[in-house]
């Protein structure tokens, strides 16, 4: 089944505790994107790759790391996390090449983070 | 920069009534846009698409939008409302011109559908 896969599903950590959270696709795809989700605010893109080793910043990138050494990973590290981290956080990966199916985003479940 | 509005947070509408959701957007170039749905507890759905062509876009679940470049706009659409399809819509935009850029997203409208 085409996927993506995020873990973990719900993580309350403490200010300061880094924490990785990971994000894997079985689709082969080249594009891959995190996001935040906040109330009144919508998606806000975090970061994005287009593929392996390539990586460029979002609209809200401050706070995060990202790194893509393998096709089907794309993991967000949070240093040094903050209670503004607190959010719902969401990977998603498209296939970049030309076609029908290009752009259209599969999103994963999403990851709920909590800062304390 | 670009930009995405979705003027209102919630849209209500009668199950068997036709339904609107907004959308319009800014971009320096030609754009491509995209709508998603979210239901509770859930990731986000991919609907439609406008890349090209047709301004009139027909997607999943029954969905249409159109493309209005003139008035910059991309709402979506549907006949006759389900119950089952109430959710938080999401517009995004992004540039299409050499070389991937970043997705940018509305802030969602929650579409409730009464029995």
């Known amino acids: 089944e085409a996927q993506v896969t995020q873990n973990p599903r719900y993580l309350i950590t403490v200010t300061g505790k880094k924490l990785t959270v990971t994000c894997s696709q079985n689709?082969?795809?080249?594009?891959m994107s995190w996001y935040r989700q906040d109330p009144g605010l919508g998606l806000r893109q975090i970061y994005y790759?287009?593929?392996?080793?390539?990586?460029d910043k979002g609209d809200v990138p401050e706070g995060y790391k990202v790194s893509r050494k393998e096709k089907r990973n794309f993991p967000l590290i949070l240093e040094s996390p903050s209670p503004n981290q607190t959010s719902l956080y969401f990977c998603?990966?498209?296939?970049?090449?030309?076609?029908?199916?290009?752009?259209?985003?599969?999103f994963g479940p999403g990851t709920r983070l909590t800062v304390l | 920069a670009q930009s995405v509005a979705q003027p209102e947070d919630q849209v209500n509408v009668a199950e068997g009534n036709p339904l609107t959701v907004k959308c319009t957007y800014s971009v320096s170039g030609n754009p491509y846009l995209f709508w998603y749905v979210q239901y509770p507890n859930r990731g986000l759905q991919f609907l439609l698409k406008y890349i090209t062509g047709d301004n009139l876009v027909k997607g999943s679940y029954g969905f249409e939008a159109e493309f209005n470049k003139s008035q910059t706009s991309f709402h979506l659409k549907k006949p006759s409302a389900l119950v089952s399809d109430s959710a938080l819509y999401f517009c995004a935009v992004r540039v299409h011109s050499g070389g991937y850029q970043k997705v940018t997203f509305g802030t969602g409208t929650k579409l409730q559908v009464i029995p």
């Open positions: 790759s287009m593929n392996v080793e390539v990586t």
């Open positions: 689709m082969n795809h080249e594009y």
């Open positions: 998603a990966s498209s296939s970049a090449t030309s076609g029908m199916k290009s752009d259209t985003q599969y």
